[in-house]
């Protein structure tokens, strides 16, 4: 069996419609706010920390060979010669060598972060995809078939009821007395409480119809 539709207000269509087109740029920021985020991130660790640890791995393993030869040029200073000591450039090689130990394990982790980072992104992308592509498909349409619906709606609404034709009966009582009229004069009406005359017939001379008049 059909149900008549209920519109109760077109409006709050329009008003869903508004927050689906919200929601959507929103979400669009967000996924290009993390790409962006990711990128940074990725650059940051291939570019700037592993070419900054290698560069100090290149500066602290310079900084050492000057430290062993400081060292070296001590030691020979200090044979035969027992009030110079050699202690200073001993402990400067050992800081020299632990700052170098430091930069080169640096650079490790970052080669190990590395990859990890890139499966994270790769992650990361297979489950945001489908989400991409609903955004820029799904969503669209469903926009779009809102979008019609509340124009049949509104052209729906602004159909007008057909109007009745209420002089059909009018012209009808018209035509009809008209056909009386061609037909002939209307029989006169009996005064009130007497019998309507009976006319003449063709049987019946005009004599005798005019003598019976007179008696009543």
């Known amino acids: 069996m059909s149900q008549d539709a209920r519109v109760l207000s077109i409006q709050a269509l329009r008003d869903f419609k508004g927050s689906m087109i919200k929601f959507v740029e929103e979400a669009r920021s967000a996924l290009s706010g993390v790409d962006m985020e990711l990128r940074r991130m990725r650059d940051w660790l291939e570019r700037d920390q592993l070419g900054y640890w290698q560069m100090q791995v290149k500066k602290r393993s310079e900084a050492v060979m000057n430290a062993r030869s400081e060292l070296a040029k001590r030691q020979i200073a200090a044979k035969g010669n027992s009030s110079i000591s050699d202690t200073e450039q001993k402990e400067a090689l050992r800081l020299a060598q632990r ?50 619906m509340v124009r049949s709606l509104e052209d729906y609404l602004a159909l007008q009821a057909p109007t009745t034709q209420r002089d059909a009966p009018a012209a009808g009582a018209s035509r009809s007395a008209e056909g009386t009229s061609a037909a002939g004069p209307a029989a006169p009406s009996a005064p009130a409480g007497e019998a309507p005359a009976e006319a003449p017939t063709a049987e019946t001379p005009a004599g005798s119809a005019a003598e019976a008049a007179a008696d009543r």
């Open 99 to 148: 700052r170098l130990h430091v930069a080169e394990e640096k650079v490790q982790v970052v080669k190990r972060l590395i990859p990890i980072l890139h499966h994270e992104i790769a992650e990361y992308k297979s489950c945001a995809s489908p989400m991409n592509d609903h955004l820029s498909g799904g969503m669209e349409r469903s926009l779009g078939t809102l979008e019609k």
